[in-house]
Nanobody, 115 residues
């Protein structure tokens, strides 16, 4: 069974940085596309960043130039480096693995950006 465990969330001041990790077990990580999503209170879940199994990346306009998605296949781990954080980045961040028809989610990690 595929399991995804996010870590690295927490409280950070505006302008600060965090790096989220997504540890994957139970499957061959490198065959999947990986995404980071977030859901703020009262809002729908939205895609933040995505990296394909081949390494192509894509970002939401709101995080371009500030966030970087990466993956380390040898460690079965994906990352989201978040810089220049803003209060509007506050949300629960979820890791996703997908390869049709499979689609897996982690339980999320909370990021709070506040002074």
């Amino acid at each position: 069974q595929v399991q995804l465990v996010e870590s690295g969330g927490g409280l950070v001041q505006p302008g600060g940085s965090l790096r989220l990790s997504c540890a994957v077990s139970g499957s061959m990580f490198d065959i999947y596309n990986m995404g980071w999503y977030r859901q703020a209170p009262g809002k729908q879940r939205e895609l933040v960043a995505h990296v394909t199994s081949g390494g192509s990346t894509d970002y939401a306009d709101s995080v371009k130039g500030r966030f970087t998605i990466s993956r380390e296949n040898a460690k079965n781990t994906g990352y989201l480096q978040m810089n220049s954080l803003k209060p509007e980045d506050t949300a629960v961040y979820y890791c996703n693995l997908n390869r049709l028809p499979m689609n897996y989610w982690g339980k999320g990690t909370l990021v709070t950006v506040s002074s």
